[in-house]
């Protein structure tokens, strides 16, 4: 039966929010090991990495709860009614097919209220980072922020546990396997999203960084292109208006994460594009992007985020940029 033309447009575009779903995974993570390093080391540096991975955590979270409700309702509802001779009929919210997408949108939802509570918790704690406290101020602090990180590590183990449940075979077992077996397939299945989607949460907040700095004035960009321009050595200028420290750090923390996810991702498809099974994938162009497009891909944004790490500078936003657009390349072309 000849699929609907709507179909691979929305393959596509849940291709893109699943970007945001496996961010929201590891974001409150990430957001949790910040808020605890930034309690005895570097605390200005680690609030404001915080910062951001909170507002990148809540915005992700929204719209992986989209795809959430979204891929339940297109799979269980919609395409039915489509592919009549395929599916006999939609099926109705409370049956069983509908277990999984309930119960893994129920977790989703409580894991974005914990963050919320993170969220109003550290608030205070990112508005006051660079102001000077007495010792009680600074001990309120202290609790607030380790507080507001168990409840983004919790809200963590909650979207993981979303991810659980919705690949959970509600309809029966799989022949042979028990169901510890089957939950420890799904918790190696979390383990590898997790490790995988450090890279675009890092990249995202990386990027995130760089959007939320104050524009530079007009003279001020003028200057800058002028002393590029008589530089001897291209690339050698003085920075006009350079990182601070604690910018430095911030940025440094971010693209740090997405180079983790990145090495992990690189290894996977450097065994795709390689291995000796990989001809397999077929000769044609497809096949040729399907083996070295994430090889590739993975690779341009090592060298992006490596370069942001080494030498971080206000005019390297296409640097931050590019990863972004390639990850989100690659999922709409599903490679």
Known sequence: MQEPFWLSVWQAAYAILSIATECALVLPFMLFLCLFLGRKRQHVAMSQTAAIMHVLGLATGVLGAIAVAASGYITLIVLPSAMPDLVPAPFEPLSAQWAATTTGFLSWV??????????????????????????????????????????????????????????????????QLSQEDVLMVLLKHVWRTACAALMPAGGLSCLLFFLQLDPLSSKTKELDKKKRAEAVIPGTAEDICPFSDVQKTTIRMCTAFAIAGAAFQFLDASYTAFNSMAPMLGNGIRGMIMRFGPFVTTCLSLVCWGILFARPRRQHLLLALIPVLLLSVRAAARF
């Open 110 to 175: 409580g894991a974005l209220v914990l963050l919320y509570a993170s969220w109003l918790l550290a608030r205070p704690v990112y508005r006051t980072s660079f102001a000077d406290m007495d010792a009680d101020t600074e001990s309120a602090m202290v609790t607030r922020s380790t507080i507001a990180a168990l409840l983004a590590l919790t809200a963590s183990l909650a979207f993981a546990a979303s991810i659980v449940l919705r690949n959970w075979p509600y309809l029966g077992l799989p022949q």
